[in-house]
């Protein structure tokens, strides 16, 4: 993932229900792609990395 660079989820569909995704090296940042200037979401790199481990994992997802 590029540092500082918002990104959309490689699983976004065209519906506009997405998240980005940025890497800011200390902390990773994540907000609804539809309403940017609402805010964000703080995670620290490795409680992320455990999210996303997670879910790639998680087989009752599709």
């Known amino acids: ?4 660079a918002w990104r ?3 699983r976004s569909g065209s519906n506009g229900q997405c998240v980005e995704v940025r890497d800011r090296g200390v902390q990773v940042d994540v907000r609804d792609s539809k309403a940017p ?3 964000t979401l703080s995670f ?3 409680a992320w ?3 996303v481990s997670g ?3 998680d087989g009752s997802r599709p």
Do not use: D, H, L, V
């Open 8 to 10: 959309k989820s490689s």
């Open 49 to 51: 990395e455990a999210f």
């Open 44 to 46: 620290e790199p490795a």
């Open 37 to 39: 200037a609402a805010g």
């Open 1 to 4: 993932m590029e540092r500082n």
């Open 55 to 57: 879910i790639k994992t």
